[in-house]
Structures are given as structure tokens and as C-alpha cells.
């Protein structure tokens, strides 16, 4: 059993973090708190982190825009569907679970699944 893990330079990783929080943490103990950029100038770490999270943010908002999009547009053709058209798709929670999950193509699903008398 593993009790602890290495990075490629062999450092144990809880080390290596454990370093990076104390030496900002000491960092911020001896700085003037009424100019805090100065407190973190030439930290590139810091830098890179912040840039991470970012493009982090920036993707998982993308991702999560694109689904709400996606399930609306799934949401008003089922709807268009069933009651427009006249299709026997049963509104259960399945059925809302699918169209919410997979938007258009999941109300494609339901479409293929009825008519092979699956729903």
C-alpha cells in the first residue's frame, strides 16, 4: 500500500503544497496590507494559478450555457411534438430527464423509441 505520493522531482506532493501555502501565508504575514498588489509581485506561481482557474471558469460557464441552450430548445420540441403534432410520448420523468439531458437529440431518441413501440 501506498502511504504517500511523489512528484517526478520525488518531492512528496502534501510537501510541496504544504511549501507553496506557508511561504504565501509568511509572505503576507510581513506585507502592507493598504497596497495589497505589491504583496504578490514576482509570484509566478500565483500568476499561473489564477490563470487556471480562469480558463476553468470560463469553460465549465460555457459548458453549462450550451446545456441550458440545449435543453430548452429539447424542452419546446418535445413540447411542439406531443401537442402539436400529436405523438404518443408519455410525459413522465424519464421522458423529461432525457429531453433535459440530451436536448434536441434525446427528443430524437424518444422519437426513435416510439416508434419502436419502446415507450
Avoid: H
Amino acid at each position: 500500500m501506498v502511504d504517500a505520493v511523489s512528484n517526478i522531482t520525488g518531492d512528496l506532493v502534501g510537501d510541496v503544497a504544504t511549501g507553496f501555502v506557508s511561504s504565501t501565508v509568511s509572505r503576507l504575514a510581513g506585507c502592507d496590507l493598504s497596497e495589497p498588489i505589491k504583496c504578490f509581485q514576482g509570484d509566478f506561481t500565483l500568476i499561473v494559478a489564477a490563470v487556471i482557474l480562469f480558463v476553468l471558469a470560463f469553460m465549465i460557464f460555457n459548458m453549462l450555457k450550451n446545456l441550458v441552450v440545449n435543453s430548452i430548445a429539447g424542452v419546446a420540441a418535445l413540447l411542439i411534438i406531443v401537442y402539436l403534432f400529436n405523438v404518443p410520448i408519455p410525459m413522465n420523468g424519464l421522458v423529461i430527464l432525457v429531453t433535459v439531458l440530451g436536448g434536441v437529440g434525446g427528443v430524437g431518441a424518444l422519437l426513435i423509441a416510439t416508434f419502436f413501440g419502446w415507450l
